[in-house]
């Protein structure tokens, strides 16, 4: 309560004390009397009075004669809520005696403080296309206290399409539909913090929300693309450029371009769209080209028929059907009668054909003359265009502008010229309502005026597709366009990575796993299509469309590719599509397919005779493209001319088993065995020659001790003195039949001569050899 002016009598006696309190508004102003302090003393006398205590910051004064309490400057309730003073009162007695009396100063708060935000602006980003959650929450804070301390939010401003709620008590934004960063990038709201107060106080702050960009718009090529080029344009000629829009933003928005069909003369800059020429053209061949080009924005892939026109250039002379003509002619035939017919042809086009007819005498001296004839070819209009498909369907959204093109038809006569391949196209049924337009020189359908109320309906068109030959043919297609619900949700995976394990020998056709997902949208937005995006190198699966179901399309090979990386999409039937993908594994194992293999399939190994038993002679060596246990592999031979040879199953490493001996057999021939441990019908088979080494081990003797021989001193270089013999078990060692020779007249004694004077010549090779065989000879 708040009592003003209060006096409060004391009688000074000591050690006496008095409560007292008090409560107002912390805004009362300066110098605000709170109340007076007054008092008396026994002895008489004047009092004085101070403040002894509790003069938080000097917020009170008193006057010290008249014991008037003030306020000395504003107070604040936020700063402190409640005073306790201490009041002496004192008389001029000496000593002097004092009293005390306690004064509580209980403030009340006031509506004084706005409420203040702890940052300004507040900044928040978020995926388009989310369903409704949490964005972020603001926070204000008042110093006021009870009710003016107690704070409310609302959004003011910037709401577009109320997109977005705020919770009053607790400051949280959410969203509360979608967002679509293709109507609004960036959101500016305007917060506002109310305190409960009277009157209530107010503080503004602005909310930035950044919408973050899903590549969920398909790019758009800007218009019906055609060029012409000459037939004699070089390789490398920039043909045409094509272009796409997209709604998206940043990477989203840029598309890669593709030509479908890589064998046309055509390629395409991936990232300009210039189509250039890769290969020399002739117009005698292919007249024109309808090239597919692909757009693909890392998300989505649309497609457009560019047609390039090929001109003619002459480059080709007229060519007669045979390259003389000869006949006998009746020298009486009557005047205008038909000679003979000749016929010339020029591949080039154009639609005048002119040659050049000579008629010549056949005198001795020829006379001839000359003429030419020229030939409008006329076209006729004999063929009607026809249809690229017999029907045509799209999808659309409900809220789908006026003016948004649809769908294309494609209607071509490519066998008239002229007039008569012009094609023009017409609705000529099913559009009652008005709802749809055909563009007569495109073939574009476009929306005509709102299908809000169409939801779920299904049009029928009936389109025609006319010559303007005379009389002109026609051809008739229909276009099925089916008025859909938004499509909000994105087809989502059971799983976001799958995987399976299959033996290499799996049959064609087998399935392996079904994929699944799950859309929320309804009709046709819920409508899921799979494909396999990437990873199918040679298209070794195939992935049912509708089922989801992945099977084996061509047989797989573990020894070249042990494990297969797909990447699978699920695109829902949206009039603007959204995709989902997911990651699937195929893991193959080993199936015991392949025999072990010998490289080389035939061995030629030598060893030499008389080596210890256990000697390696060779190790053998094949391979098996199997893995694991498919691939343990043992040796064993199979057949041999000898058991002298053994083999190390494990190793396939052969040693010997016995003594060798070179002049009881040279060769020895065995068949080795490669097979597979689990399953020994899988094997090969190897040939080993073993060829063995002789090793000199018998010294060579003579028939004779000694052998005499007679020879004049004078014998010339050359005479041959005599013949002596010497013999060895080895085949190769044998030296018999040598003659010998003298090669240094003045070298021998007249009783003894040492062989090493002579050459001995051995007829049987042919060539002299000096032999030391450690024998005398008596001339």
Not at 3 to 21: D, E, F, G, K, Q
Not at 375 to 387: L, T
Not at 557 to 574: I, P
């Amino acid at each position: 309560f708040y009592v003003p002016n209060l006096v409060v009598m004391l009688t000074v006696l000591l050690a006496m004390t008095v409560l007292r309190a008090f409560t107002f508004p912390e805004n009362q102003p300066n110098n605000h009397v709170v109340t007076t302090v007054t008092g008396s003393s026994r002895r008489g006398g004047p009092l004085s009075y101070y403040i002894a205590s509790g003069n938080l910051d000097y917020a009170f004064h008193i006057d010290q004669l008249s014991g008037e309490l003030s306020i000395r400057h504003p107070l604040d309730y936020e700063h402190i809520q409640k005073y306790v003073l201490w009041i002496e009162a004192r008389d001029q007695g000496f000593p002097p005696y004092s009293s005390y009396e306690k004064i509580e100063i209980t403030l009340l708060d006031v509506n004084d403080n706005h409420p203040e935000f702890d940052k300004d602006p507040f900044h928040a980003e978020l995926l388009e296309n989310l369903s409704p959650q949490r964005v972020l929450m603001v926070s204000a804070v008042d110093l006021d206290s009870g009710t003016n301390g107690q704070l409310d939010y609302a959004i003011t401003d910037g709401n577009k399409e109320n997109s977005f709620s705020i919770n009053r008590a607790t400051g949280e934004i959410r969203t509360t539909r979608p967002l679509d960063r293709e109507k609004v990038a960036l959101y500016a709201l305007k917060v506002k913090a109310t305190d409960r107060g009277s009157p209530p106080k107010n503080t503004a702050v602005k909310v930035l929300i950044n919408v973050l960009d899903l590549n969920d718009n398909a790019p758009r090529f800007s218009k019906i693309f055609s060029a012409t080029v000459a037939e004699n344009a070089p390789v490398g000629y920039t043909v045409t450029r094509v272009t796409t829009t997209d709604e998206d933003a940043g990477p989203n928005a840029i598309s890669r371009y593709s030509i479908t069909d890589t064998s046309l003369p055509f390629s395409i800059n991936a990232n300009t769209g210039d189509i250039t020429i890769s290969r020399p053209l002739n117009r005698e061949d292919t007249d024109h080209y309808i090239v597919k080009v692909t757009a693909h924005d890392s998300g989505w892939t649309v497609s457009t028929d560019v047609t390039i026109f090929i001109t003619d250039i002459n480059d080709n002379a007229p060519r007669f059907s045979r390259p003389s003509y000869y006949l006998d002619y009746p020298e009486l035939t009557e005047v205008g009668s038909l000679v003979t017919r000749v016929s010339a042809a020029d591949p080039d086009e154009g639609v005048f054909v002119n040659f050049i007819v000579t008629a010549s005498d056949r005198a001795v001296k020829p006379l001839m003359s000359e003429t030419t004839v020229i030939i409008n070819i006329v076209d006729s209009n004999d063929n009607p265009p026809e249809f690229e498909s017999p029907s045509y369907f799209t999808p659309v959204t409900k809220s789908v502008k006026v003016g948004t093109r649809l769908i294309r038809v494609v209607a071509q006569d490519k066998k008239d010229f002229g007039l008569n391949s012009e094609v023009e196209y017409q609705i000529t049924g099913g559009n009652s309502s008005g709802r749809f337009k055909l563009d007569k020189a495109s073939g574009w359908v476009t929306v005509a005026s709102s299908l809000t109320a169409d939801t779920n309906k299904i049009f029928l068109l009936d389109v025609a597709a006319s010559d303007r030959g005379n009389p002109p043919l026609s051809a008739q297609t229909t276009v099925r366009i089916a008025v859909t619900e938004e499509n909000h949700h994105t087809p989502e995976f059971s799983q976001s990575q799958i995987s399976a394990t299959v033996p290499e020998s799996l049959a064609v056709g087998t399935a392996i796993r079904t994929l699944s997902a799950r859309d929320k949208d309804k009709d046709m937005n819920g409508l899921i299509t799979y494909n396999i995006t990437s990873g199918n190198d040679g298209g070794l699966f195939a992935l049912n469309s509708k089922t989801g179901v992945l099977s084996l399309a061509r047989l797989l090979d573990f020894e070249e590719k042990q494990r297969h990386e797909l990447r699978v999409s699920a695109t829902d039937g949206g009039w603007i599509a959204k995709s989902s993908y997911v990651s699937v594994t195929v893991h193959v194992t080993d199936v015991n397919d392949n025999s072990p293999v010998f490289d080389p399939e035939e061995y030629f190994p030598t060893v030499q005779e008389n080596v210890p038993s256990g000697t390696t002679v060779l190790k053998m060596n094949a391979t098996d493209n199997d893995s694991g246990a498919n691939a343990v592999m043992a040796y064993v031979i199979q057949s041999s001319d000898s058991d002298l040879f053994v083999i190390d199953p494990n190793t396939g490493t052969i040693t010997t088993q016995g003594f060798l001996d070179y002049e009881a057999k040279q060769v020895y021939h065995l068949t080795v065995k490669a097979f597979n441990v689990p399953d020994e019908e899988r094997c090969s088979f190897a040939n080993v020659n073993i060829q063995l080494k002789g090793a000199n081990e018998y010294v060579p003797r003579f028939v004779s001790k000694q052998y005499y021989f007679e020879i004049s001193e004078a014998a010339p270089k050359g005479t041959v003195v005599g013949e002596v013999f010497a013999t060895s078990k080895l085949t190769f060692m044998s030296i018999s039949g040598l003659s010998l020779v003298c090669s240094s007249p003045h070298m021998f004694c007249r009783h003894k001569v040492f062989v090493d004077a002579f050459m001995f010549h051995d007829y049987t090779a042919g060539r002299a050899k000096q032999l030391q065989l450690g024998r005398k000879l008596i001339c």
